[in-house]
T-cell receptor, first 113, second 115 residues
Framework: DAKTTQPTSMDCAEGRAANLPCNHS???????VYWYRQIHSQGPQYIIHGLKNNETNEMASLIITEDRKSSTLILPHATLRDTAVYYCIVRLPFSSNTGKLIFGQGTTLQVKP | NAGVTQTPKFRVLKTGQSMTLLCAQD?????MYWYRQDPGMGLRLIHY???????AKGEVPDGYNVSRLKKQNFLLGLESAAPSQTSVYFC??????????????FGPGTRLTVL
């Protein structure tokens, strides 16, 4: 699975959009980009995933560059409850690796009032 | 649905003692995983299972054993606990949806201290 690089920490003002970048320059054509977050030592929580196209769900949007070497997770209106560690994970299709997730150190997002 | 539950939530062991952590899921998921998380680090995969009666090693399997006798349960055993196994242990489960989608559902964690 491709390695990812994320900033160690970021701040965001409450109510503003939080844009979390992730570099995955060695990603291969059939690898997906997944985002999870972990709030205050709870178990990680799935946010969103994508392959090539931009994706949006009720929690966030995922923007993947055309060359797929980087992506950005967007929380459109950050709240204090979005303060968490955000993990960007790149991995093969489920059928190729039994669903294993390789976690890096992630980005600690601090949402401030 | 309770989702993924873990027992116990906290435990303190002395070096050399043994214990078993229990993970249970009520979502009828085929796949289950055990991770550990050390302070300031991401999660690391210990062992996983792709179905009842099957187990496989992850990134950091040494010092741990697992069993999946029932589909809904995944047990993690420490035969002789060491201080290096002080960590937070997370269990997760998932089900195959198509060829790509694989959301893992995580339990609340077990905080283990080995003295």
């Amino acid at each position: 699975d491709a390695k990812t690089t994320q900033p160690t920490s970021m701040d965001c003002a409450e109510g503003r959009a939080a844009n979390l970048p992730c570099n995955h320059s060695t990603i291969s054509g059939n690898e997906y980009v997944y985002w999870y977050r972990q709030i205050h030592s709870q178990g990680p929580q799935y946010i969103i995933h994508g392959l090539k196209n931009n994706e949006t769900n009720e929690m966030a949007s995922l923007i993947i560059t055309e060359d797929r070497k980087s992506s950005t997770l967007i929380l459109p209106h950050a709240t204090l409850r979005d303060t968490a560690v955000y993990y960007c994970i790149v991995r093969l299709p489920f059928s190729s690796n039994t669903g294993k997730l390789i976690f890096g150190q992630g980005t600690t997002l601090q949402v401030k009032p | 649905n309770a989702g993924v539950t873990q027992t116990p939530k906290f435990r303190v062991l002395k070096t050399g003692q043994s214990m078993t952590l229990l993970c249970a899921q009520d979502m009828n998921h085929e796949y289950m995983y055990w991770y550990r998380q050390d302070p300031g680090m991401g999660l690391r995969l210990i062992h996983y299972s792709v179905g009842e009666g099957t187990t496989a090693k992850g990134e950091v399997p040494d010092g741990y054993n697992v069993s999946r006798l029932k589909k809904q349960n995944f047990l993690l055993g420490l035969e002789s606990a060491a201080p290096s196994q002080t960590s937070v242990y997370f269990c997760a489960s998932s089900q195959l949806w198509g060829i790509s989608y694989n959301e893992q559902f995580f339990g609340p964690g077990t905080r283990l201290t080995v003295l």
